[in-house]
């Protein structure tokens, strides 16, 4: 089936990257570090430290900027 038969139509809209790895590696950071510090589970920190993040939790997301001591543009960016 065409795109143009279908209901749906599928838009690359672009990507986000994450650069929460490089940042943690570059400041000797764990995962279980993260985990414990920023008050999530090893399974949230590690999603974020690999960058499989399906939903963002905005408090998550703080309290990373936070134990990171970095902003949000340090840790993400937008390419079309």
């Known amino acids: ?9 599928i ?6 990257s ?4 490089e940042i943690m590696d570059s400041k000797n950071l764990t995962r279980s ?5 920023a008050d999530v589970r090893f399974e949230v920190a ?4 690999n960058g ?3 939903r963002m ?6 309290r990373i900027c936070y134990v990171l001591d970095c902003n ?4 993400m960016n937008y390419t079309k």
Request: glycine share 2%.
């Open 33 to 37: 570090a993260l985990a414990k510090l």
């Open 11 to 16: 838009k690359d809209y672009g990507k986000i």
């Open 72 to 75: 949000v543009s340090d840790l």
């Open 46 to 49: 590690d999603k974020w430290y």
């Open 1 to 9: 089936m065409s795109s143009t038969n279908s209901i749906f139509e």
């Open 18 to 21: 994450f650069h929460i790895k």
């Open 52 to 54: 499989n993040i399906e």
């Open 57 to 62: 939790d905005i408090d998550v997301l703080t």
